[in-house]
C-alpha cells in the first residue's frame, strides 16, 4: 500500500535552517510528481511546493519562493523540502502528498506530517 | 491568485439529513477542483477530483458537483464519522489553492 511519512521537524530558533524528508514506499516513486503542504496551528492547507517526477520542474508558494528548495532522490524514494531562514510563520506542520497524474493536479496519498516549531 | 471561498464557515447537520457545502473560486478553474476531508489529528484525504469524481473507497453519499466558478459538495446522509473540516481546492493554476475549509458537525 501507498504510504509516505515524513520526518525532519522540530524546534528550530528563527533564522535557522531545517530539511524535511518523506520515504515513499508502495508505488514507483519516480513516476509521480510530488507536493508539500503545510497547515498553521488550528488552521487551513496551504500548498506549498511541487516537483515534477524527475525533478526537472519545480513550483513554490510565494510566501516561500527564495528560501524553500524542493528537492527528490529518486533512487532513495524520497522527497526533501529545505527550509532556510525560518520564520515564526513557518511553524506548521508540513505533510507530503503524491499527485494524482502530472504536477499540477490533486493529491491522492498524504502522509501524516512533521511539526516545525519557531522558536528562540 | 486564485482565491477560493467556502461557505458556510460552519454547518450542524442532524444524522442522516443532507449536508451541501459551497465554493467559490475567484476565476474559473473549469473542472480542474478537488474535494478534501480533515478529520482531527489526521491529514487530509481527497474526496473528489475533477469536479465529480468520487476518489478511490469514497462513499457513495458523497457527490460533487459544478464547474468555471462554482462548485458544490453534497453528503446525501449525514453519519457521525462525517464530522471533519472540508476543504476545496483548485489546481487549474498556479499557485495551487485551497479554501479555507468548512466545519462540518453533528447537530
Known amino acids: 500500500q501507498v504510504q509516505l511519512v515524513e520526518s525532519g521537524g522540530g524546534v528550530v530558533q528563527p533564522g535557522r535552517s531545517l530539511r524535511l524528508s518523506c520515504a515513499a514506499s508502495g508505488f514507483t516513486f519516480s513516476s509521480y510528481a510530488m507536493q508539500w503542504v503545510r497547515q498553521a496551528p488550528g488552521k487551513g492547507l496551504e500548498w506549498v511546493a511541487a516537483?515534477?517526477?524527475?525533478?526537472?520542474?519545480?513550483y513554490y508558494a510565494d510566501s516561500v519562493k527564495g528560501r524553500f528548495t524542493i528537492s527528490r532522490d529518486n533512487s532513495k524514494n524520497t522527497l526533501y523540502l529545505q527550509i532556510n531562514s525560518l520564520r515564526a510563520e513557518d511553524m506548521a506542520v508540513y505533510y507530503c502528498a503524491r499527485g494524482v497524474r502530472g504536477v499540477i493536479t490533486p493529491f491522492d496519498y498524504w502522509g501524516q506530517g512533521t511539526l516545525v516549531t519557531v522558536s528562540s | 491568485e486564485i482565491v477560493m471561498t467556502q461557505s458556510p464557515a460552519t454547518l450542524s447537520v442532524s444524522p442522516g439529513e443532507r449536508a451541501t457545502l459551497s465554493c467559490r473560486a475567484s476565476q474559473s478553474v473549469s473542472t480542474n477542483f478537488g474535494w478534501y476531508q480533515q478529520k482531527p489529528g489526521q491529514a487530509p484525504r481527497l474526496l473528489i477530483s475533477?469536479?465529480?469524481t468520487r476518489a478511490t473507497g469514497i462513499p457513495a453519499r458523497f457527490s460533487g458537483s459544478g464547474s468555471g466558478t462554482e462548485f458544490t459538495l453534497t453528503i446525501s446522509s449525514l453519519q457521525s464519522e462525517d464530522v471533519a473540516v472540508y476543504y476545496c481546492q483548485q489546481y487549474n493554476n498556479w499557485p495551487i489553492t485551497f479554501g479555507p475549509g468548512t466545519k462540518v458537525d453533528i447537530k
Open positions: 475533477g469536479a465529480s
Open positions: 516537483i515534477s517526477y524527475d525533478g526537472g520542474n519545480k
